[in-house]
Each structure stands twice: as C-alpha cells, then as structure tokens.
C-alpha cells in the first residue's frame, strides 16, 4: 500500500477521500494547504474553520495531520495573475491556475518531498493509470458536479502521481458515505465561487487591489451614452446583470476598451459581437499527444457551458484555432477553452481577443 497525502479543504469531498483511502488500506496522511488567510470586506476570511473541520476528520479517521503553508506562493502564482488579468481587460480562471501552480505542483512537490509516494484531492474527476506509466484525465462520472474542466493545465507528471478516488461517484454517494462513516463534515455546504473570493462578489475583492475610475456605457446600436460604469475591467462579454441601465429589454455587454475606459452593451442577442464560429488559443497545454490537425474534438469555453463540437488547426507552437460548428454565444478573452475527445481531457489554452 502507498503512503499517500490528501489535500484536506475541511469540505465534505476531500474528507469522503481521506476516508476511502485509508478504508482501502493505504497509510494517509491528511494535509490542509494554508493558501489564503485575509478578510475581505463584508465577509471573514473561512480559513480558520476549514482548518479546524480538516483537523476533525483526521482525528475521526485516526490518521496523521499536516499544515502546508503556500500563502506566498498562492498570492504571487493565482491572486496576482488574476488582477493582472483583470487590468488587462481579460476574464481569467484562477481556479485553473491555483490547481496548475499550487495543488498539482508545489503541494505534489512538498508531499514528494515529505515522503509521499502520491497526492490525492476530493475532484470530480478521474485519473487513468495506464500500463506504460503514464495517465489520462477523464471527466467525473458525476456530470453535474464533473471538474476536468479546473484540472485542464495539469501535467503529465503530476497526473502520474495523483489520485481522485471520488471521481467515480455522485455527490449524493459522497454525502451518504459522509454519513456512514461518521464524519463531522457530512452536511457542510459545498463552498461557493472562486477559491480564494468565496462569498463575496469578484468586483468587490479587485476593488480592494485596483484603482479605477467611472466611464461611459455605450449602445453600440445607436453610439449613443446610455450609462455610466465604475471600471471597465469589472465586466465581462455576454454580462447581463450589474449595469445599471434601466428601462426596457435587457442589455448584453458585447465589448470593452480598457484605454478608454468604456463599455459596449447592446439589447440585440444576435449582435456579432456577442457570438462567435472560431476561437484562437494561446498557452497551449495538453496532458497526453497534443489534438490532430483538422479532427474534431468537443469543447468547453467556460465551467459549466455546453459542449461544443470544433475543429482543431494548429497555427504555431503555442496558438491554435477552434472553428466551433456552430456559434456560441459570450466566448471570453482570459478564460481557458478545454478540449475533450470523448471523456477524456486533451488539453486546453487561453482563449485570445478576436
């Protein structure tokens, strides 16, 4: 049996891992990343609670407990990227980057270290292990709560050495073995939002790290001001909500100028602005051979859309085109456009501005 290390969050599904693991037979070791600790306005800061829940279930579970402290790392690989991102006009996916720089690297590296001979996290995702050594991320089997789409920039070495033991199961099963096991996470609500945001909306924590100032809400179909903003960086494409611009049908942000400062919204959901046919990617990363030129894959442009089938054309070494067969509509410059053949997860890259 392995000697295995277990990110611990003080959730339900990385205590339901724990436990699997140490039912299997496994010598486990539980370890609670400390990545973020400060309060934000209007909302403290859960740290302190998860740890203490994390804790519990290792003493419920008999095994060791540990306290990896990555705050610098965190703030400088995830919290800092994402404002950077947002001051660049881009909507990122921080939870990407925390689990391609800190889970699935420097936690995997510390454990390593330690003594571990793998790393196990409460996804819902799988991990293949194949014959020759290496391994496949594969969906979760739960469709409803799957999270390939977060695991997307995980290497290949990482994968080898990573387990999602729940992977396999439906969060109503992962409730239900909370319960048989005793565990004093068993009801806990699952945490919402961004990893380190929470509760509290993203406009207000970049408010607390970015300086901006009002600007101009323009109606691309009449040109005209039909509002003002509080910082263009604040919005995203397809945005419908947090405008403030009454009266009548619906606006949709379609587009945004972050050196001047301006938004464009539009009440026509058939704006081509708000729709596109080809996606360009960027920092190309895939787990296994990269996609064949010219076949079609399924992709996923954010968490949670649909997938779409498309077409992949290398261009270069670190850009590629997705022509989608059929458009979809809020593609976003920042977030990451996940590439899937079958259940399996090929890879991913950032999508580009058109």
Known sequence: MARIYVGMSGGVDSSVTAALLKDQGHDVVGVYMKNWTQDLPGMKCPWADDLADAKRVAVQLGIDFKVFDFQAEYKQKVVDYMIEEYKLGRTPNPDIMCNQEVKFKIFLEAALEDGADMIATGHY?????????SAELLMGVDVNKDQSYFLCRVSQAALQKTLFPIGELHKPEVRALAEKYGLVTAKKK?????????????????????ETTPGSIIDTQTNKVIGQHDGALFYTIGQRHGLNVGGGLPYYVVGKDINKNIVFVTTDLNDKNLWREQLTLTSLHFINEPPRDGVTYTVRSRYRAPLHKATFVRQSDNTAALQLMQPERAITPGQSAVIYDNERVVGSGIVAAV
């Not at 799988?126 to 050594?133: N, T």
């Not at 699952?190 to 970015?210: A, T």
């Open 125 to 133: 995702a799988r991990a293949r292990h194949k014959p020759d050594g």
């Open 190 to 210: 699952d945490s919402q939002g961004i990893c380190f945001v929470g509760e509290v909306g993203i406009k207000d924590f970049l408010s607390e790290y970015v």
